[in-house]
């Protein structure tokens, strides 16, 4: 079977190519492509070749998806939930693959799997017209979800296991920095964990897009004092946890800034730059105000009962978390330049929804 695919040669190489699709195998599912949405790393991928491995290269890129099961291979259980799959579900894909054998695996956290696979980084992903997907990281579909909303499903999941890393609760205050599909997901899972919400971006629209869906607060640090501000809305205590979603030392620094003693910052943003320097020793510092900074990756996965990938589904059917006004741009895969090309300013959420 014939598929044309969006596949990393190289730092600043994409091409549309045709590959051959293989038979499922033992444990293998062939899928068709719905939809898959770019995300952040998906560019720097192509711009910068970070978190590739040189050795797997070719690679098709893509990891936000919804997908239709076409066949299965041999030993297919079921999908994550070990429900029987059937030619014709709807499913979506985790973003990473355990080996299911290290020691972190064995214990449940195959996010942080010694041995993983990034589908779309450092092995085939989902910007392609039919791929094979190991059937253990597949979910199915929630009942009436959309296409466009099971696409969103992995980004919320990482969204969600951002939040719990920060331990929100009813009544915290939480400032979210950066509002972009990231930062937009965690605003409203904060909100309906029960936390007051300050969204921060220095592009407007992306600041009206959080107002409307539920932002209690949106600041833009260009034309306020952030810290000031924070401090006012918490009646002079700061937050109770930052959620940095931007990936910039500034918003890092920020985060710090922002948080009250004893606070808590979730680092989920991938910054390029090797250091990001933290201010350790003043009185808005990490040491004097005993703050904690965690980091966040990936999705909590099986076989926790209450996985990320399956509550993000339920809150987006639910539509307590929205996903239709964090789509900004739809595009055929042949469209790609286009697609890798919008500015930042303009754009949330970017989907590739046509592949022949």
Known sequence: MKSVALRFHGKKDLRLDTVEIPEPGRGQVLVKVRVCGICTTDR??????????????????????????????SDVPGDKEFTPIAEGDTVTAESIEGCRRCFF????????????????????GFDCTYQLAPWHILHRSLAGMSDEELSLVEPAAGALHAVKRGGVKLGDTVVILGCGPIGLLQMQICRAAGAETIAVDLVRGKLETAKRLGADHTLNPAEVDLEREVRDLTGGLGADVALEAAGLAVTYREAVRVVRKQGKVVAMGLV???TVPLDLGSGTGVTIKEVSVVGTVGH??????????????????SGRIETPPLITHRLPLTEWREAFSIPAEERIKVLFNRFE
């Open 300 to 317: 909590g996965l099986w076989p926790d009962a209450w996985a990320d990938f399956r509550v993000a589904m339920k809150l987006i059917k």
């Open 44 to 73: 720097d991928v192509y711009q910068e070749g970070s978190l590739t491995d040189p050795s797997s290269l070719p690679v098709t890129i893509g990891h936000e998806s919804a997908l239709e099961v076409l066949r299965l291979g």
């Open 105 to 124: 695996c064995n214990r449940g956290l195959t996010h942080i799997c010694a041995n993983a696979k990034f589908p779309g980084v450092t092995s085939d």
């Open 272 to 274: 390029t730059e090797p």
